[in-house]
């Protein structure tokens, strides 16, 4: 069969390089895809938000299954689009994709069934909001409602804070229509969690748990980013954790949707925050996490595609997800700067040695020959061990062998 995966970033990398292992699948094409996606399928140059052209493209092509890796086509409708012509496509349509697209959505949601979350209040009007704050204890989230790129939440540490996300938010549009709706919330302390699971509509089946490093620097110390690091599986949720979110958290998802008429069929990624036995959803995404997939597709023995046909099919319930039993470790070498400002440009060096395990390309791109960096995160090494360590070293073996101008990474990616 023929896929098309639509993204750019080690996410699409690795989801390409595993249906690349599927004896089902013959032709791969990626739409823009990264110098990464380039040796192992055919990079369209095509964005991830033209949908006319990726269904024409779809169409001419004769494509059999579209894997939608980033939010933004699916929030834009994308499913509906390829569904309206015929065409087979993995993720949520555009009303179930405001799980991501809508915070406000989402919130209104998890309080209807019952789903452990943080306190909230929505508004819609800069005067309200800012009169609202006093309702809560400091320090304070505020969030904007609709997507900003992964920096529309701002921890306002007393009432100055919280006006200025709010005046950003609500009078100056830092984030455009999805400043908006703001919704604030009581901070939750403890530690995060992310679950992604397969959902067909009746069925929730989750992966095994990824742990991610958020912040910039070791030790958890700097800015928030889209993620420095990863392992698999996370020793931070055993059995008895897991069956409880599949109770709690897990279950009542499906109730919800199937009450309120949603037809969710794809990804659904689950961020959580615990502390002692307290577990409240954060946020949900409607696709896989990245880095999270850099170290859960590398373990997971099923073929993708049967996956996704099962879901298509609504036949998840009959599926059994079967994992590696190896520790897998992904450190994201990021541009100097990143998550603030950063060069682009950069050329790469040393690709060719690190042969532990996978390199993915997150930003990266091919001009004459060479590898040059192309975003704020670049490459993202994983490699596979009989226990954690054992991946983590071969992981920063690789790590060693590469280098770029003012490339950094963290030092210390699943250290217990
Ligand atoms: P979200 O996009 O809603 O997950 O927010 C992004 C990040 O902000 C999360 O990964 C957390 O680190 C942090 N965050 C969001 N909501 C809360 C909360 N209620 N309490 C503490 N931290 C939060
Ligand atoms: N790593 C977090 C995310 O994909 O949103």
New binding site residues.
Partial sequence: MKVLVIGSGGREHAITQKISESPRVDKIFVAPGNAGTSQIAENINIRVDDIPMLVAFAQKEAIDWTIVGPELPLVLGIVDAFENEGLKILGPNARAAQFEGS?AFTKAFLKKYEIPT?AYEEYTSLEAAKAGCAHFDYPL?V?ADGLAAGKG?V?AQNEAEAFEALDDMMAHKHFGDAGEVVVL????RGY?ASILCFVDGETILPMQAAQDH?KAFDGDLGL?TGGMGTYSPSLKIDDAMMARIQTEILNPFITGIKEEGIDFKGILFV?L?IEGDDINV??YNVRLGDPETEVTLPRLKNDLMDIIEAIDQQRLNEVTLEWSEEHAVCVILASGGYPESYEKGKVITGLDKALNGYVFHCGTKMVDGQVLTNGGRVLGVTALGETLEVARQLAYEDVEKITFEGMFCRTDIGVK
């Fill in positions: 915070k943080a989230v969030k939440v921890i919330e009581a901070f939750l995060e958020k928030n961020g925050m954060l946020e």
